[in-house]
């Protein structure tokens, strides 16, 4: 060794990250902590030893001045019991530290019980002072150590940097968590991603059946008593359009006359629903209510418009027109319903609506899985281990100059 050897800078450390967790307890144990632990903790316990005999003290103390009255004796002697009762439930109650990182919570936690106890024994205190002054201030001069004690060792663990060893540890903690969770997010995710892929296979499944199903000779005849049922609903449409046009400018003759009528109920019927009254009336009775009202124009004080016009779709609604309204009306219905049994009874039809009911739940089921496939890669997408482990590194750099390589 040479004799300027002591001058030479000192070389940082070198620690590779994967033994960071390992470097920083060493640097605890370095500090000898347990062993401040220890001595504080076994101090705290002679403490509350001896506050306990002061108490016992306290107990048995008689009255230095005996001459004072009885009540004001029993007064005094009250507050004792309430005193130490209180006391003795307080030391019961201390909790140490079981290792160092406890060390501030334990001495701030005794602070606030302390508080907590100097309100709730504050009047037994000021009535015993005149009475036993001495005792009951060995009391609270114990039990004042106690916190010393634990105040005392939480500074001297601060002073060790044990803090900024925490802060590290915290990190370093956070970083390993957050990549267990990210592994456990990728496993998720790989899970999900497959369930997705069932799922569009499933409906790629369900959608070329329907296609083949339409390809059937089936569905052909499926699809032909489809368009006739329109055909023959839009024919039934036309004509119960084209009667409601016609009532609708029969309206006010027919009104007028129906006033003066015995036939006032069918003539009702015609006026709210034409082709359902025409399709009921068998003997055709219109023809003899419409006779009837022509006959009694005159007497319906009707403009002579309106008696022409009346006239002329009276003349329109002869015998023929109805009778032959009527029976396609009859004939359009009867081949709508045959056409709506077949279009029931196709097997076909029924394969199809089974299928694409099971398309659209799988197709819902699709949206979900994606929404939640999107969720996951968002919160792996949100874990930035390159930031949780720089930092760690920066924490563990202010406890000492050291270079820390990875792997």
């Given at each position: 060794?040479g004799?300027?050897?002591f001058?030479?800078?000192?070389?940082?450390?070198?620690?590779?990250?994967?033994?960071?967790r390992s470097?920083?307890?060493?640097?605890?144990?370095?500090k000898n902590?347990?062993?401040?632990?220890?001595?504080a903790?076994?101090a705290?316990?002679?403490k509350?030893?001896q506050a306990?005999?002061h108490?016992?003290?306290?107990?048995t103390a008689?009255?230095?001045?005996?001459?004072?009255?009885?009540?004001?004796?029993q007064?005094?002697?009250?507050?004792?019991?309430?005193?130490?009762?209180?006391?003795k439930?307080?030391?019961?109650?201390?909790t140490?530290?079981?290792?160092?990182?406890?060390?501030?919570?334990?001495?701030?936690?005794?602070s606030?019980?302390?508080?907590?106890?100097s309100?709730?024994?504050?009047?037994?205190?000021?009535?015993?002072?005149?009475?036993?002054?001495?005792?009951?201030?060995?009391?609270?001069r114990g039990?004042?150590e106690?916190?010393?004690?634990?105040?005392?060792?939480?500074?001297?663990?601060?002073?060790?940097?044990?803090?900024?060893i925490?802060?590290?540890?915290?990190?370093?903690?956070q970083?390993?968590?957050?990549?267990?969770?990210?592994a456990?997010?990728?496993?998720?995710?790989?899970?999900?991603?497959?369930?997705?892929?069932?799922?569009?296979?499933?409906?790629?499944?369900?959608?070329?059946?329907?296609?083949?199903?339409?390809?059937?000779?089936?569905?052909?005849?499926?699809?032909?008593?489809?368009?006739?049922?329109?055909?023959?609903?839009?024919?039934?449409?036309?004509?119960?359009?084209?009667?409601k046009?016609?009532f609708?400018?029969l309206?006010?003759?027919?009104?007028?006359?129906?006033?003066?009528s015995?036939d006032?109920?069918?003539?009702?019927k015609?006026?709210?629903?034409?082709a359902?009254?025409?399709?009921?009336?068998?003997?055709?009775?219109?023809?003899?209510?419409?006779?009837?009202?022509?006959?009694?124009?005159?007497?319906?004080?009707?403009?002579?418009?309106?008696?022409?016009?009346?006239?002329?779709l009276?003349?329109?609604?002869?015998?023929?027109?109805?009778?032959n309204?009527?029976?396609?009306?009859?004939?359009?219905?009867?081949?709508?319903?045959?056409?709506?049994?077949?279009i029931?009874r196709s097997?076909?039809?029924?394969?199809?609506?089974?299928?694409e009911?099971?398309s659209?739940?799988?197709?819902?089921?699709?949206?979900?899985?994606?929404?939640?496939?999107?969720?996951?890669?968002?919160?792996?997408?949100?874990?930035?281990?390159?930031y949780?482990?720089?930092?760690?590194?920066?924490?563990?750099k202010q406890?000492k100059?050291?270079?820390?390589k990875?792997?």
């Amino acid at each position: 060794m040479g004799f300027f050897d002591f001058l030479k800078k000192k070389e940082p450390e070198t620690v590779l990250f994967s033994d960071l967790r390992s470097w920083l307890d060493k640097q605890v144990e370095d500090k000898n902590l347990n062993k401040k632990l220890e001595a504080a903790n076994k101090a705290v316990k002679q403490k509350i030893s001896q506050a306990y005999k002061h108490l016992e003290e306290l107990e048995t103390a008689g009255l230095k001045n005996e001459n004072i009255p009885e009540k004001a004796k029993q007064v005094m002697q009250g507050h004792k019991n309430a005193y130490i009762s209180k006391l003795k439930r307080f030391l019961d109650e201390i909790t140490l530290p079981e290792n160092f990182s406890q060390a501030g919570h334990a001495a701030a936690r005794f602070s606030e019980a302390l508080d907590e106890l100097s309100r709730n024994t504050q009047k037994n205190y000021m009535v015993l002072k005149e009475f036993v002054e001495e005792e009951l201030s060995k009391v609270a001069r114990g039990v004042k150590e106690i916190e010393e004690e634990l105040s005392g060792l939480q500074k001297s663990i601060e002073e060790q940097g044990i803090e900024a060893i925490r802060d590290a540890r915290a990190k370093l903690k956070q970083y390993s968590s957050e990549i267990s969770k990210k592994a456990e997010l990728e496993e998720q995710k790989e899970k999900q991603k497959q369930k997705l892929q069932n799922l569009k296979e499933k409906k790629d499944k369900f959608r070329k059946r329907i296609n083949e199903l339409k390809q059937s000779r089936d569905y052909s005849s499926y699809k032909n008593y489809l368009e006739k049922k329109e055909k023959y609903e839009e024919q039934l449409k036309n004509i119960e359009q084209e009667l409601k046009n016609l009532f609708v400018e029969l309206s006010r003759p027919l009104k007028k006359y129906k006033r003066k009528s015995l036939d006032d109920k069918l003539i009702e019927k015609y006026l709210l629903d034409p082709a359902g009254a025409l399709e009921e009336d068998d003997g055709l009775r219109l023809r003899d209510v419409l006779n009837k009202m022509r006959q009694a124009l005159d007497n319906l004080e009707l403009k002579e418009n309106q008696v022409q016009k009346t006239l002329d779709l009276l003349e329109k609604l002869d015998k023929d027109y109805l009778m032959n309204k009527k029976l396609e009306l009859g004939r359009l219905k009867g081949l709508n319903q045959e056409a709506a049994k077949q279009i029931n009874r196709s097997v076909v039809a029924l394969n199809i609506s089974e299928n694409e009911t099971l398309s659209r739940n799988v197709k819902e089921k699709i949206s979900e899985a994606q929404k939640a496939l999107d969720q996951i890669e968002q919160e792996i997408s949100e874990i930035n281990l390159d930031y949780l482990k720089q930092k760690a590194k920066e924490k563990a750099k202010q406890i000492k100059n050291i270079i820390i390589k990875d792997e």
